[in-house]
T-cell receptor, first 115, second 112 residues
């Protein structure tokens, strides 16, 4: 089966610019997560969707970050304006959800460098 | 915050068993122990999970102590491709969509 697809793989932007990341989860997976991974640390949850609704966005810096999952499939994560400390790998993951205890599958991530 | 404690790094000789420990002394009765690994420049990859019984699959074995306060992931014959950061995570079992909370993990280096 196809895995979680993310694009772009790499992005370099200047501070105060905007950027968007795209994620296509595994077909049929209702739950979608966005994680931020700063160099040397474990991934940190930014936002979780169940279908097209937000389940948890408590750690999303809402003054500059936004995310949507229209139609409950693909998702985009946007940063506007970017800061130097946003340099990180942004990981998308999906799982079947729906009450089954099942693993999450991760994409390869988008490496963002803010200069 | 992560509810697990792992050593920062470990080395293992190629072909030998790699035993990665994890402490989770505050684990609740409905929480599973999950293991993921992250190879350089890739996303985390699921390895195995368990509740209280020992588990084995094609990748690894998971040994959970009787009091469930610690566990060990065993890679029976480590290869160079097993070099990665290994994350031990406790996760509630009542819903399949509970997010994973990562700590810093253990960096395993398999040496030829």
């Amino acid at each position: 089966e196809a895995g979680v697809a993310q694009s772009p793989r790499y992005k370099i932007i200047e501070k105060r610019q905007s950027v968007a990341f795209w994620c296509n989860p595994i077909s049929g997976h209702a739950t979608l997560y966005w994680y931020q991974q700063i160099l040397g640390q474990g991934p940190k949850l930014l936002i979780q969707f169940q279908n097209n609704g937000v389940v948890d966005d408590s750690q999303l810096p809402k003054d500059r970050f936004s995310a949507e999952r229209l139609k409950g499939v693909d998702s985009t994560l946007k940063i506007q304006p970017a800061k130097l400390e946003d340099s990180a790998v942004y990981l998308c993951a999906s799982s079947f959800g729906g009450g089954r205890n099942t693993e999450a599958f991760f994409g390869q991530g988008t490496r963002l460098t803010v200069v | 915050d992560a509810k697990t404690t792992q050593p920062t790094s470990m080395d293992c000789a190629e072909g030998r068993a790699a035993n990665l420990p994890c402490n989770h002394s505050t684990i609740s009765g409905n929480e599973y122990v999950y293991w993921y690994r992250q190879i350089h420049s890739q996303g985390p990859q699921y390895i195995i999970h368990g509740l209280k019984n020992n588990e084995t699959n094609e990748m690894a074995s998971l040994i959970i102590t009787e009091d469930r306060k610690s566990s060990t992931l065993i890679l029976p014959h480590a290869t160079l491709r097993d070099t990665a950061v290994y994350y031990c995570i406790v996760r509630a079992s009542f819903s399949g969509n509970t997010p994973l909370v990562f700590g810093k993990g253990t960096r395993l280096s398999v040496i030829a």
